[in-house]
């Protein structure tokens, strides 16, 4: 009996030993956090580097956000809103693996992933404050004529472009997020203006689907079907062409076909150095990171929310830091060999009227322009 209340006494001491180093970790961690703010210790450029955004944008977002990042909680240790910001920015800055996120902020794993979940459920209805698809007369005429001036094609309000983002393979219907590389992706509709700023994105469909589907299927592509000629986008050869979506000639030829198929892509170029600057900005949607780790539904929502902060971005002219080349993702621009004629699918009208009508657009542009 003796034996047994002292083998019984050591293993209670044993496991007041492993308790006592977590007990003060926690401690340490959370007095650090309490009175150690990053945005007081570090200057200007440092907290671009790790944050991606200035000190007063991040302190406009707590603004914004902080009321629904608070936890209704009287426990000593709970996460302030701050605390769960700056957790998700420096994830979607860096995108590594949410246990060294931790390590550096003194959160566990669990408590980067729920304040990554919590910031990106906060943000996400800013979105449509920040990704607006021009509407109004005076940024549509601005936008026209930036394309027509440096371009020389009319009534081009914007470039259109997919990009595939890596995430985990589900563990439900996987195989229909396998893209053409062979990696589990969502592919996201990005259309841009002349700035750089990403005007509208699609980021809801699994990596096989085709550009062209995702264009007809949004609501750009039911608005440009309406849209009588006002305004038009361009999009490389995976696009069909359309009276309001042009796409290069595919077989050039004379010299104004070559000078209009030249001129199209240095316009396109925008959305690919867009697509690029983005990735380079937020590495968590960038190959190099490994993708999101996430389910499809919550790497959605991040997508769009690393977009809209893109947005802010470059409207604060906030600078690219480590800029180590201009990536533009070019490996994301291969044309499909089936779509190449531009005479992709369309509902509602045979293909081949649809195909004819931008023909005959395009073919008035090159003969008025080139």
Not at 264 to 282: D, L, Y
Request: charged fraction near 20%; proline fraction near 5%; glycine fraction near 6%.
């Amino acid at each position: 009996m003796a034996a047994l209340q002292r083998v019984l006494q050591l293993r209670f001491r044993e496991r007041q030993r492993q308790r006592r180093p977590r007990s003060r970790l926690v401690t340490l961690n959370a007095f650090i956090r309490q009175h150690q703010n990053p945005l007081n210790m570090l200057d200007d450029m440092a907290i671009i580097g790790r944050y991606r955004l200035p000190r007063e944008q991040i302190a406009q977002l707590l603004n914004s956000i902080g009321p629904q990042l608070m936890h209704a909680t009287r426990r000593n240790f709970a996460l302030s809103p701050e605390v769960q910001l700056l957790a998700a920015l420096r994830f979607y800055a860096t995108g590594s693996f949410l246990q060294v996120l931790g390590d550096g902020l003194g959160l566990s794993k669990a408590s980067v992933s729920r304040a990554v979940q919590a910031v990106t459920n906060a943000l996400l209805p800013l979105a449509v404050e920040h990704i607006k698809f021009p509407s109004l007369r005076q940024d549509i005429t601005e936008i026209q004529q930036y394309f027509v001036t440096h371009h020389h094609i009319p009534q081009v309000i914007g470039v259109i472009d997919g990009t595939l983002i890596p995430i985990l393979t589900p563990s439900v219907d996987g195989h229909v997020y396998i893209c053409r590389k062979g990696y589990a992706a969502v592919n996201c509709q990005v259309i841009c203006d002349h700035k750089g700023l990403i005007t509208d994105i699609v980021a809801r469909w699994p990596g096989s689907t085709h550009d062209s589907f995702m264009f007809t299927n949004s609501s750009v592509g039911q608005e440009a079907q309406n849209s009588q000629g006002q305004w038009r986008l361009l999009g490389d050869s995976g696009y069909p062409l359309r009276p309001y979506l042009f796409t290069p000639v595919a077989n050039p030829m004379n010299d104004r076909d070559t000078d209009f198929n030249e001129a199209h892509r240095v316009a396109r170029s925008i959305v690919e150095r867009t697509i690029g600057r983005w990735k380079m900005r937020f590495r968590a949607i960038h190959q190099s990171s490994g993708g999101l780790l996430f389910a499809p539904q919550k790497c959605c929502a991040v997508i769009i929310v690393k977009a809209m902060l893109h947005n802010i971005a470059v409207q604060m002219k906030v600078p690219l830091l480590n800029r180590e080349e201009d990536e533009e993702v070019a490996e994301e621009e291969e044309e499909e060999e089936d779509d190449k004629d531009g005479m992709g699918p369309h509902p509602g009208q045979p293909r081949n009227v649809q195909y004819m009508a931008g023909f005959r657009a395009r073919q008035q542009v090159i003969d008025r322009f080139f």
